[in-house]
């Protein structure tokens, strides 16, 4: 299967789940292009964007990992290649 371009907007809501998080892109970091974060303090939040290229499977394992976590959700944005 081809690959894609994809971005995982991922939501902390539990900043003591970071070490998890942390673990599993890192499993996946020969797919990470990049990745950043930001603390949105008036919603006591954080917000991580990932972009990877990689087949859809990939991309969708790595946001069920990221979405069992709990306090922490994940969204999908793909375009193909």
Do not use: C, W
């Not at 972009?51 to 790595?62: D, F, I, Q, R």
Request: cysteine-free; glycine content about 4%.
């Amino acid at each position: 299967m081809t690959n894609q371009i994809a971005n995982i907007g991922i939501l902390v809501k539990d900043f003591s789940k970071v070490s998890e998080i942390n673990a599993v892109l890192h499993a996946y970091s020969d797919n990470i292009i990049s990745r950043s974060g930001m603390p949105y303090k008036e919603k006591n939040v954080r917000l991580i964007n990932v972009t990877l290229e990689s087949s859809p499977e990939v991309v969708n394992a790595l946001s069920a990992k990221l979405s069992v976590i709990n306090g922490v959700s994940s969204k999908i944005m793909t375009f193909d290649l």
